[in-house]
């Protein structure tokens, strides 16, 4: 079976601009997470979905906002780019949203805001 | 609130020798714990987690863990690692529940020299 995939892979962007980033879970999950991982830092999380409801959100701004489809893929979009926005924003899915339901991560898209 | 600390940013061996790689936790919670291990320009990979039961778990390749409470710590150990262990490990935190949301470590560089 396939993993969670991401798409793009690489993307570079210049300040003020606009992103989109897209997800892909494992067939049978129903539950995406996004979370940010600034070089030489452990990730942080952004946002979770499940059953296309947002469940939680990490602290971010709100230039931050996600989405779940109905076949349960998910696009995480940041708008007016900043310097510091620079990071692999890695995607995980799950079969549900229970602390106990293992997350699985994709290979992540790497952004640069120039 | 949950945090985690990963004492040792960077983690030299030589190849054959055991490795120790630290993690303490704090939550009001019982939790859940996990050990990412991350390869260069990849994702994350499950490496073993703690959910109940035994305080030892395993992980198929020779890594193993140990719950312990009192301590609130969830070392990783390998007896004698190989130069394909040479990877950036993470630790992480699910007070459980409906709280899906990962609290990472900063992450421990284990570079394993011949």
């Known amino acids: 079976d396939a993993g969670v995939t991401q798409s793009p892979t690489h993307l570079i962007k210049t300040r003020g601009q606009h992103v989109t980033l897209r997800c892909s879970p494992i067939s049978g999950h129903k539950s995406v997470s996004w979370y940010q991982q600034v070089l030489g830092q452990g990730p942080q999380f952004i946002f979770q979905?499940?059953?296309?409801?947002?469940?939680g959100r990490g602290n971010f701004p709100d230039r931050f906002s996600a989405r779940q489809f109905p076949n349960y893929s998910s696009e995480l979009n940041v708008n007016a780019l900043l310097l510091g926005d620079s990071a692999l924003y890695l995607c995980?899915?799950?079969?549900?949203?229970?602390?106990?339901?293992?997350?699985?991560f994709g290979p992540g898209t790497r952004l640069t805001v120039l | 609130a949950q945090s985690v600390t990963q004492l040792d940013s960077q983690v030299p061996v030589f190849e054959e020798a055991p490795v120790e790689l630290r993690c303490n936790y704090s939550?009001?919670?019982?939790?859940?714990l996990f050990w990412y291990v991350q390869y260069p320009n990849q994702g994350l990979q499950l490496l073993l987690k703690?959910?109940?039961?035994?305080?030892l778990v395993e992980s198929i390749n020779g890594f193993e863990a140990e719950f312990n409470k009192s301590q609130t710590s969830f070392h990783l150990r390998k007896p004698s690692v190989h130069i394909s262990d040479t990877a950036e490990y993470f630790c992480?935190?699910?007070?459980?529940?409906?709280?899906?949301?990962?609290?990472f470590g900063k992450g421990t560089l284990l570079t394993v020299n011949p």
């Open positions: 995980a899915s799950s079969l549900g949203s229970w602390g106990t339901d293992t997350q699985y």
């Open positions: 979905y499940y059953e296309k409801e947002e469940r």
């Open positions: 992480a935190v699910n007070s459980g529940g409906s709280n899906y949301k990962l609290t």
């Open positions: 703690y959910l109940s039961g035994s305080t």
């Open positions: 939550s009001s919670v019982s939790v859940y």
